[in-house]
């Protein structure tokens, strides 16, 4: 399951935001809702830097010397809608929190990608062989037991269940599969570059508010 704008917006409906310091570059800007920690975040900047970083974890940035104007560039004409680009910011991603247990990260496996994957590599293959519904159906039932139903215990044993499947009639059926990317971006990743986004506007509202 992905964030979406939506659920961003729904865990932050009532965050309030406070400019810590604003210093050109060096900033410190607090959103959260009073008398409430659930979601609250910061945003820290400094030349060539922003560091988001709280409930929902810490990320990173590094591009050009003011991070807003960088993340400000793929804003859409759309005021209702928070643009992200998750492919072209993660490359910028220089750093994840760990949680205490080594395992930040911005992508991971995921198992509904894993099986689409193998689904589409199936249909794939068997094209070009005549192959009875019934032969088929049992295929697909052994293919379930045996691989699919390993896709929530993990990449290793995904890709191991799918390795060690042979079909005497398919012997070739999965053997460069290996190769397969089924990660996704992960939830909290995507919840803090939609906080980036709507933070950077909240606080351009408030100085346009103030330059007025």
């Known amino acids: ?16 935001m406070t400019i810590l310091r ?3 570059v060096d900033r410190h800007i607090m959103f959260r809702q009073p008398g409430n920690s659930a979601y609250w975040f910061e945003i820290l900047t400094w030349p060539g830097t922003l560091c988001i970083k709280g409930d929902m974890g810490t990320y990173v940035f590094s591009r050009l010397t003011d991070m807003f104007a960088f993340f400000r560039t793929d804003r859409g004409n759309d005021p209702s809608k928070l643009y992200i680009n998750e492919g072209y ?5 220089q750093a994840v929190d760990c949680n205490g247990y080594g395992d930040g990260k911005a992508r991971e496996f995921d198992a509904e ?18 192959i009875t519904d019934e032969r088929r159906a049992e295929l ?9 139903n390993h896709s929530h215990d993990g990449e290793v044993r995904a890709f191991d269940a799918l390795m060690e499947f042979h079909d005497d009639e398919f012997p ?23 906080a980036i986004a709507w933070a950077i506007r909240q606080y351009d509202a408030a100085k346009a508010t103030v330059e007025a």
Request: proline share 0%; aromatic share 16%.
């Open 89 to 93: 910011w993660c490359e910028k991603l």
């Open 140 to 148: 697909m039932e052994r293919i379930r037991d045996e691989v699919l």
């Open 113 to 130: 990608n894993f099986e689409r994957h193998v689904r589409d590599h199936i249909e794939s293959h068997l094209e070009g062989y005549e």
């Open 1 to 16: 399951m992905t964030c979406t704008q939506e659920r961003f917006e729904r865990d932050t409906a009532h965050h309030e």
């Open 22 to 24: 604003d210093n050109g």
């Open 172 to 194: 070739r059926l999965f053997e460069d599969c290996w190769e397969w990317s089924c990660k996704e971006y992960t939830f909290r990743f995507i919840w803090n570059l939609y």
